[in-house]
């Protein structure tokens, strides 16, 4: 009982961002169990890999996380410590922006669950699956995987709904639904869940760079500690995709100053953890700075680098996102043959994820706006069931 009650506080005083806490209870967790049970010895594992990620030190925290996930895959812990494991496991790569590593894990996770999954692993695995796919431009796929993701994690904890209805914004972000994703992400914060980003780039999408930018800062500045097992509160892989964001919203509101101290410490971050993915953002953000501060010919050179960042990633949206900021660049420098191109393969991939056909919501979840009325176009939103539900 000592290893479990020390694995469960350690990753709830992760969660939660007081990080040195957390490693005084993985320790304990590892050291007893390993004696004396092999699933919090486990859990206790990935919690601190986790630690040691968010420290910086990226490529000891991988390995330790390949330990335990060797644990996972050997058939020695019960069902309901294999999932959690599983599910700790692809929670660390993918906040990590380890995307490959990721998929393998959550592949191997899907598998699993065919047979073995117990309570909420279910809907875990489907956000996991849903941004991957998300990730990789399939969006309509993972619209469903998210769907349904919130119908399995409907009976748990009311701010676990929050984490796949937060997903679902951001899936329609990127098919340029902006209704439905402000109602997945209102619906998110309800449920407890910061919808930031998110949220700050529905506005923007609007039309109103003022709130836009006033939510990311805000949300920068006094950020709402929602435990996450991908992001932490307080931890720079938190901050990361705000920054990303605020660089764009403060472009659009006219303080490139604010645009450029984002664009900085964005750098800082991608530097400390060493990953393609942080890289091809913070490369993305500093060209969209230079290219807003009329340096053309800097902006040529990081945009086109984001481009082929975010391809080597194998994150069509946003390479084409890149390309758009880079045929602007192109333009600004005289060269509108360049400025086509780049624009022409843009939309075409934009064009692709925003026309594919949205996914209907289960039967039982009615249609409804933020009213509580009935659209009169097609708009999958949900309604509240119950005291949990939504």
Request: glycine share 8%; charged share 25%.
């Amino acid at each position: 009982m000592g290893a479990w009650f020390a694995a469960v506080r350690a990753n709830e005083r992760m969660l939660t961002g007081d990080l040195s806490g957390a490693r005084q209870w993985a320790r304990v967790a590892v050291k007893i169990g390993s004696k004396r049970d092999l699933a919090a010895a486990a859990i206790g594992t990935v919690t601190e890999a986790r630690l040691l990620i968010l420290d910086g030190h990226v490529q000891q925290g991988l390995a330790l996380l390949d330990q335990a996930g060797v644990a996972a895959v050997s058939g020695d812990l019960d069902p309901l410590s294999t999932g959690i494991v599983y599910c700790e496991l692809v929670c660390a790569l993918q906040g990590l922006a380890q995307y490959d590593l990721a998929e393998e894990w959550t592949e191997a996770m899907e598998r699993w669950c065919q047979t073995n999954a117990v309570g909420s692993v279910h809907g875990r695995c489907r956000v996991h699956r849903a941004e991957i796919l998300r990730l990789r431009g399939s969006c309509s796929e993972a619209e469903g995987e998210a769907l349904m993701a919130c119908e399995e994690l409907r009976p748990y904890l009311r701010r676990e709904l929050g984490w796949p209805l937060n997903e679902l914004g951001v899936i329609r972000l990127h098919k340029a639904d902006i209704k439905g994703a402000e109602e997945a992400l209102l619906a998110a914060h309800r449920a407890g869940w910061d919808p930031q980003p998110g949220l700050a780039l529905v506005r923007l999408a609007q039309g109103d760079p003022a709130t836009a930018a006033a939510s990311i800062r805000d949300a920068l500045e006094r950020p709402i500690r929602v435990p996450s097992k991908e992001r932490p509160p307080t931890s720079d892989l938190h901050r990361a995709p705000l920054l990303e964001a605020q660089v764009e919203i403060e472009i659009a509101a006219g303080d490139l100053g604010r645009a450029r101290s984002a664009a900085d410490e964005l750098e800082l971050v991608a530097a400390r953890f060493d990953n393609k993915a942080l890289l091809a953002g913070a490369t993305l953000a500093r060209g969209r700075v230079r290219l807003a501060g009329g340096d053309a010919a800097g902006a040529e050179q990081c945009l086109s680098e984001a481009v082929r960042l975010w391809n080597e990633v194998g994150a069509p949206y946003e390479a084409a996102r890149a390309r758009m900021d880079l045929s602007d660049a192109h333009a600004a420098r005289g060269s509108e043959h360049r400025a086509f191109l780049e624009r022409a393969a843009a939309r075409e991939i934009l064009d692709r994820i925003e026309t594919a056909p949205s996914v209907s919501p289960p039967a039982h979840v009615e249609r409804r706006d933020a009213a509580g009325e009935q659209p009169t176009e097609s708009v999958n939103v949900f309604r509240r069931e119950g005291t949990t539900g939504l």
